[in-house]
């Protein structure tokens, strides 16, 4: 187990987060997610976000919670410029086509499919955009 992992799982689990380990993390992302959500089939819905992009504003992904809350298929962030980032959370509606997930394309195709179903949360959350893909991304951010 690499070094800084029982340090993560640790904080993890004091802040409320329940971990699944699974073999279908080496799939990929939309196999890990299917993994995610079967764990869990009975919920009303779930907010995917990614652990690399520590900065989302908490107020953003409460205004994702009150949209999915009020009905929405699905809820995601949108910037000034219109681009969507993260994360993104789906309704219940949607249960099969994310457990039926695989590979490494992620929910990509649900949003695709689901376009004008998504209710747009328009944001200058800039968190939305940041992810940490490098020791060098880190820096930055501790800059």
Request: charged residues 25%.
């Amino acid at each position: 187990m690499p070094r800084g992992k029982p340090v993560l799982r640790k904080r993890l689990e004091a802040s409320g987060c329940e971990i699944l380990e699974t073999d279908r993390t080496a799939q990929g992302m939309g196999s890990s997610l299917s993994a995610g959500i079967a764990a869990l089939p009975m919920l009303d819905g779930w907010i995917v976000a990614l652990g690399d992009m520590p900065q989302v504003d908490r107020r953003t992904i409460r205004a994702i919670v009150d949209a999915l809350e009020a009905g929405a298929k699905i809820a995601a962030p949108y910037g000034p410029n219109g681009s969507r980032g993260h994360p993104v959370a789906f309704s219940a509606a949607l249960r099969d086509e994310l457990m039926a997930l695989d590979g490494d394309m992620g929910a990509r195709r649900i949003l695709m499919k689901h376009e004008t179903a998504i209710v747009h949360i328009e944001t200058d959350d800039p968190g939305i955009f940041v992810d940490v893909d490098t020791p060098e991304d880190l820096r930055k951010l501790s800059g």
